[in-house]
């Protein structure tokens, strides 16, 4: 005679089983993050708290404010100046666009989406120089001495220029997302009152997409504080410097590691003081 003893079975709860479906779905991304990300930037952290000899130390810290100070500030200085002439530019376009709907234009602000840094770097080098594209052109309008114009191309308005037009096609497309998703009825509304094209971006669709323009600022500001070809290429070598030149120079030419990575962290802290900043302000709007 066989005797058969019940088993209990145990049901997981369906919230439990919602949380595992989640973090097996997040689990590739954050493994990315984690080895991308954290582990390498746990090594620059450790390895700019160590001197040569090996030693715990924040003399390379030290070393990188008594000489970089100046260009710390001035790669602050670019990268928000080329962020709110970005922002303007895109938040201006992205509104016409919404209101007038000209795919072409809209084509042709995409294009420096697919365009790599270091051609960008080489080609506004070549359209802003003081013989360049540019010049030329207007030479053929109005004649002028090209050697009497002050050089665009390697001073702050050059680097400024160059990455406004490299990350517009970026900024663009989120911004113009945001404003196709504000309600046409809205819209409709405010033109029935006198409203113009202006009055509609300033006062309906740039306060409805204070989201994706926060979103746009800290992705873009952060690019342009970590970015090196478009400098390296249009910089100035007499003057201030983007910090990304000075962490190159350090490493590949000083081979002094320490401070290379001590300039590495603090642009990394500084990108996450103002990731965290634009967080906190759309989390209150």
Same mark, same amino acid.
């Given at each position: 005679?066989? #005797?058969?003893?019940?088993?209990? /079975?145990?049901?997981?709860?369906?919230?439990?089983?919602?949380?595992?479906?989640?973090?097996?779905?997040?689990?590739?991304?954050?493994?990315?993050?984690?080895?991308?990300?954290?582990?390498?930037?746990?090594?620059?952290?450790?390895?700019?708290?160590?001197?040569?000899?090996?030693?715990?130390?924040?003399? =390379?810290?030290?070393?990188?404010?008594?000489?970089?100070?100046? +260009?710390?500030?001035?790669?602050?200085?670019?990268?928000?100046?080329?962020? !709110?002439?970005?922002?303007? @530019? $895109?938040?201006?376009?992205?509104?016409?666009?919404?209101?007038?709907?000209?795919?072409?234009?809209?084509?042709?602000?995409? #294009?420096?989406?697919?365009?790599?840094?270091?051609?960008?770097?080489?080609?506004?080098?070549?359209?802003? !120089?003081?013989?360049?594209?540019?010049?030329?052109?207007?030479?053929?309008?109005?004649?002028?001495?090209?050697?009497? /114009?002050?050089?665009?191309?390697?001073?702050?308005?050059?680097?400024?220029?160059?990455?406004?037009?490299?990350?517009?096609?970026?900024?663009?497309?989120?911004?113009?997302?945001?404003? *196709?998703? /504000?309600?046409?009825?809205?819209?409709?509304?405010?033109?029935?009152?006198?409203?113009?094209?202006?009055? @509609?971006?300033? +006062?309906?669709?740039?306060?409805?997409?204070?989201?994706?323009?926060?979103?746009?600022?800290?992705?873009?500001?952060?690019?342009?504080?970590?970015?090196?070809?478009?400098?390296?290429? @249009?910089?100035?070598?007499?003057?201030?410097?983007?910090?990304? #030149? +000075?962490?190159?120079?350090?490493?590949?030419?000083?081979?002094? =590691?320490?401070?290379?990575?001590?300039?590495?962290?603090?642009?990394? @802290?500084?990108?996450?003081?103002?990731?965290?900043?634009?967080? *906190? *302000?759309? $989390?209150?709007?």
């Amino acid at each position: 005679m066989r #005797i058969v003893r019940n088993k209990e /079975v145990k049901i997981i709860h369906p919230a439990t089983l919602k949380w595992l479906a989640g973090a097996a779905l997040a689990a590739p991304a954050v493994f990315l993050v984690v080895v991308l990300f954290v582990v390498p930037f746990g090594h620059s952290v450790m390895t700019s708290l160590q001197a040569a000899n090996g030693e715990w130390t924040l003399v =390379n810290y030290m070393t990188a404010f008594e000489l970089y100070t100046k +260009d710390i500030w001035y790669t602050l200085w670019v990268s928000a100046l080329s962020l !709110a002439v970005l922002l303007l @530019l $895109s938040v201006l376009i992205g509104g016409l666009l919404r209101l007038k709907g000209r795919p072409v234009i809209e084509f042709i602000f995409k #294009i420096p989406l697919f365009v790599p840094f270091v051609v960008v770097g080489h080609a506004m080098r070549v359209f802003l !120089a003081p013989h360049g594209t540019l010049n030329s052109t207007l030479l053929s309008i109005i004649p002028f001495d090209p050697d009497a /114009v002050p050089s665009i191309a390697f001073t702050t308005a050059g680097l400024v220029i160059s990455l406004v037009w490299k990350n517009i096609g970026f900024s663009l497309l989120l911004i113009l997302g945001s404003f *196709r998703s /504000v309600n046409q009825s809205y819209l409709d509304a405010a033109r029935n009152v006198g409203a113009g094209n202006l009055r @509609l971006i300033k +006062d309906i669709m740039l306060p409805m997409s204070y989201g994706s323009i926060a979103v746009v600022s800290v992705l873009t500001f952060t690019s342009m504080m970590g970015s090196f070809s478009i400098p390296a290429m @249009l910089g100035n070598g007499d003057g201030s410097q983007m910090i990304m #030149i +000075d962490l190159y120079y350090q490493m590949v030419y000083q081979h002094n =590691n320490g401070v290379a990575n001590a300039l590495g962290v603090i642009s990394y @802290l500084i990108s996450m003081g103002a990731a965290i900043y634009y967080v *906190r *302000r759309v $989390s209150s709007v």
